[in-house]
């Protein structure tokens, strides 16, 4: 009985408080407004629960609220508010714009941070969130898209294939096309992006980008134009990126993070082939590549079952239609007569995987973050895969008042196996084209033979140790054949450690003025093996091969900053910085050989050479480069609605003669903000108009304007005489000490707009930049002695827009989709490629 008094007594104590709750709910009207009007399109909503409306045209609302409970007001480039419901049933919100969203600060050239409305050059800012989207292995990769007039594209391979960055189009016909990559004020080494001709180095290789960990970096900052990079001087012709790394998260005392990320990948693209005929043509029955029911064999007189097993000429595809009909196949099964998609067996479909764990931890003096991350990658070609592992340790901490240091590390350990080649032998010609009929499986069978020596071919004179694995028939296309081996047999791993770091000091004078030094490096080192088995039993000749290379290539950087800021009254703002830079760069490249083969099978040692061990003089080098600069800017604001800035940079580099290598490099850019200049119609939250002009230039690369001679020999002139031995004679490519930089000189304007509260905005650019004094090697008459010389020869027109366009169609409490639409137009003219000047030889 008491049971059913407690059930009893539980309902009607339910009923009465949702009672009382009903009862206290009441409707709660109001407008939403700023500094300009009302808001249209702000969020209202009670705090906690699924009830919520948006403001009206004239910024009113109405919402069913209790008293107590939590109204909140939020949109876009706004600070949201919260207020508790009282006994009015009137509520009126003045919202106030969000500093963060308007007046954030970024990094531009030299780490100079500036509010983004005072910038009067286009620039992008692609945030950390947006980086690891998409669970790219490397930074370069994740910025698809991310920017206009940014154009990402990689070497065929996977994640450690070398990343092509590309702003605004062609700038340098023959130089190096890459934007010169800043992180945390460390100039990152890079190589060219895989340039190698036909002849050369047919590895896809890195080009050190893919080194950056996404997981690591706070944030992008991309100076594209003239004007934003022109404190960089030479470096800066394709523009600069600026990466930021992650630290402590402020204000959150000790912090764990961790991220996993898996990504399965397809190859995207392969050759189409038809898929209605075989192998083979009719009417070809007297071929003796074929049988009278027209397909070939892969050995003759070798049956299954009493059949012989067949394959088709893959370069002949007008055989018998695939109808479908059981026939036995290669292996001795039997299967329908149809197209088959081979072509992909030959590739991988890698699978990817990524971990990091970061540690970090605020306190009042100090901010430190920690991370470990590790990567497992696999290439789409055969037998390819890649190892990294990473560490990264960004501090910040504050000995004693005013004076800030800085220390970022990044370390890239890593051992690649087998890189892909750019260029394969299963497209290189008609000798690597397979049918849709064709089966990789045979091809991986036949590679090589039981003893694990290369396949051999059937002939008179075949030398084999397995007579009865021969391949006798020639129906095999040879190049897929000799494709498999390389990719199976041969082995070229890479190991390297890279160091990236820096530490900066920073002194706060004064609350207008601040000192800062840095300095920095970039060391790697690389150890390359390259080992190709033995071909053959010693018992029949020498083949086999190892080579073993060493490389450090290291960057030193350091610069002096002095910046001054003051405000003369409440309209205007000035600000000047001063500095200097100096940058050191050493690439050492040692590499050893066999020659005529390996005296032990398989052995894998310089020491098994067959005759002297030789050098490829192609990786047997040293380049030494030296820059340092003076540069400076000036600023000037007033009342916050305009803003004007130059720049200048005076620049030496070594690889110019010395009285011929100082340039100078100015810059001038203006902002003018018409929403705070002018009333404008209330969609307008912000408006801003920009222009600028700048110079930036490239020099030549390293030894490239030298005068050299090689040494040649008259033999003897008298009988019994030595030979005689002269050393004027050009080599073949002759250097040019009056060479000139190639500079580009850039006009920029654009327009930048958020409206609908923040919830719509664009940003439009134009630019046209002239490109001189393009540096090419001008072909000579061969009585010079030289077959060419380092030349100015041309000039390159560069113009284009830039269009991006962000939104925020849905809004709502515990909801928001937000977008980005990018565009951009490119147009590169060769104006004129003149005759060289006659003081040039």
Known sequence: ???????????????????????????????????????????????????????????????????????????????????????????????????????EVVVTAMGIKRAPKELGYAMSTVDSKELTKTGSPNFAGALYGKAPGVRISAAPGGATSGININIRGTNSITGNSQPLVIIDGVPMRQTSFNNSDYWGDQRARGNGLEDLNPEDIENISILKGASAAALYGSEAMNGVVLVTTKSGKAGKGFTIDFNATYTHDQIAYLPKFQDVRGPGYSKAYQDDKQSDDMFQYYENNLAVNGVNRGVMNSTVNFGPLFDGKDIISWDGK???????????????????????????????????????????????????????????????????????????VNFINQHTHNRPFLTDRLINNFGGMISTFDNPEWYFGKYQTSLGYKYVIDAADAQSLTPAENIRY??????????????????????????????????????????????????????????????????????????????????????????????????????????????????????????????????????????????????????????????????????????????????????????????????????????????????????????????????????????????????????????????????????????KPETKNEVEFGLETRMLNGRLGFDITYYNGLIKDQILNYTLPISTGSNSILANVGTLRNTGWEFAINGTPIQKENFKWSTTLNFSMNKNVVKNCLAIQEHYY
């Open 334 to 408: 039997v299967r329908p007569y149809s197209a088959q998609n081979s072509y992909n067996k030959f590739f991988n479909n890698p699978n990817n995987s990524i971990f990091n764990l970061a540690i970090g931890n605020t306190s009042e003096n100090s901010n430190i973050r920690f991370s470990l991350t590790r990567q497992d990658n696999q290439m789409t070609a055969l037998e390819s895969y890649n190892k990294k592992n990473i560490a990264n340790l960004n501090a910040s901490f504050t000995l004693w008042k005013n004076f800030k240091n800085d220390v970022v």
């Open 1 to 103: 009985m008491s049971l059913f008094y407690k059930k009893t007594a539980g309902l009607a104590l339910c009923t009465l408080f949702s009672a009382t709750s009903l009862y206290a709910q009441q409707s709660i009207s109001g407008i939403v407004s700023d500094a300009n009007g009302p808001v249209s399109g702000a969020t209202v909503s009670i705090k906690g629960t699924t009830r919520g409306t948006q403001t009206g045209a004239n910024g009113s609302f109405t919402i069913q609220a209790s008293q107590g409970e939590v109204l909140r007001v939020s949109i876009v480039g706004y600070k949201s508010q919260e207020l508790v419901v009282g006994t009015s049933k009137t509520i009126n919100i003045k919202l106030t714009e969000d500093a963060s969203a308007l007046e």
């Open 474 to 739: 020639n129906g095999y296309r040879g190049d897929v054949l000799e494709y498999v081996w390389n990719s199976k047999a041969k082995q070229y791993d890479e190991y390297s450690n890279r160091l990236i770091g820096s530490y900066t000091a920073t002194w706060s004078v004064t609350n207008d003025l601040s000192l800062r030094a840095r300095v920095s490096a970039d060391v790697t080192s690389l150890k390359t093996e390259d080992k190709q088995p033995n071909e053959k039993p010693l018992l029949f000749g020498n083949s086999g091969f190892f080579s073993l290379g060493n490389q450090n290539a290291n960057i030193y950087y350091t610069d002096l900053l002095a910046t001054y800021n003051k405000k003369i009254n409440n309209d205007i703002k000035i600000g000047v910085v001063g500095g200097y830079t100096a940058t050191r760069s050493e690439d050492v490249y040692v590499q050893n050989q066999t020659e005529g083969g390996l005296t032990v099978r398989n052995w894998y040692d310089v020491n098994a050479t067959l005759n002297l061990a030789t050098r490829n003089d192609k990786y047997n080098y040293r380049n030494r480069m030296l820059r340092d600069a003076l540069f400076g800017t000036v600023n000037f604001n007033l009342k916050e609605f305009w803003n004007v800035e130059g720049t200048i940079r005076r620049e030496r580099i070594s690889t110019m003669r010395p009285d011929n290598n100082v340039l100078y490099y100015p810059s001038v850019n203006s902002s003018f903000i018409l929403s705070d200049a002018f009333h404008l119609p209330e969609f307008f939250n912000y408006a801003k108009l920009r222009g600028s002009w700048g110079i930036v230039g490239n020099y030549p690369d390293i030894y490239k304007s030298a005068l050299s001679y090689t040494q040649k020999t008259l033999g003897s002139q008298v009988d019994g005489g030595a030979s005689v031995i002269y050393t004027t004679v050009p080599t073949t490519e002759f250097g040019n000490e009056n060479i």
